[in-house]
């Protein structure tokens, strides 16, 4: 019998963050969203700081993922990212304060070298930490 549902495995350098059927998965490609349903072609793509979410029996569940890649064989999609949490694992206060430490740093850019990037990506990684907890 045709496999009618994907397998979703997104895990991290620390942990498995989640393991499940979907019967959609839509990632944050670095050239833009992309969805995936079973019998997509196999592929492989870079992933932007940003929220992914899978589908399952009407279902709905949202991911903050901080960048890494996305793999599609067959029935199968697994993420790597450098991190990730499931919305209802974000701590939004933590959030918020990293959000402020990144506005401090960036603040300080108009008297003192910073470290722009790694400021401006702290500070993406916070903003969708809050949107993603937020849905
Ligand atoms: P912070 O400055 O608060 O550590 P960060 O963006 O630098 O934020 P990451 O390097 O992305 O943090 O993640 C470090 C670890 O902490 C990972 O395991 C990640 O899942 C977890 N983490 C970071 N922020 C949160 C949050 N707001 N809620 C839950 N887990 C978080």
Not at 2 to 31: F, S
Not at 54 to 83: D, H, M, P, Q
Request: hydrophobic share 45%; glycine share 8%.
């Amino acid at each position: 019998m045709a496999e009618k549902q994907l397998l979703l495995e997104v895990v991290t350098p620390d942990r498995k963050v989640l393991a499940t059927d979907a019967d959609v998965v839509v990632c944050p490609g670095v050239e833009g969203q992309f969805g995936v349903l079973i019998g997509h072609v196999p592929f492989l793509s870079a992933l932007e700081i940003g929220e992914m979410y899978y589908k399952l029996g009407g279902k709905t569940e949202y991911l903050f993922i901080n960048g890494g890649f996305a793999e599609v064989t067959g029935a199968k999609v697994t993420i790597v990212a450098e991190s990730a949490e499931m919305g209802k694992e974000i701590d939004v206060e933590r959030a918020r304060r990293a959000k402020e430490r990144a506005e401090q740093r960036l603040a300080k850019a108009k008297t003192e070298a910073i470290d722009w990037t790694r400021a401006e990506a702290a500070m993406r990684r916070s903003l969708m930490r809050m949107k993603v907890a937020g849905r």
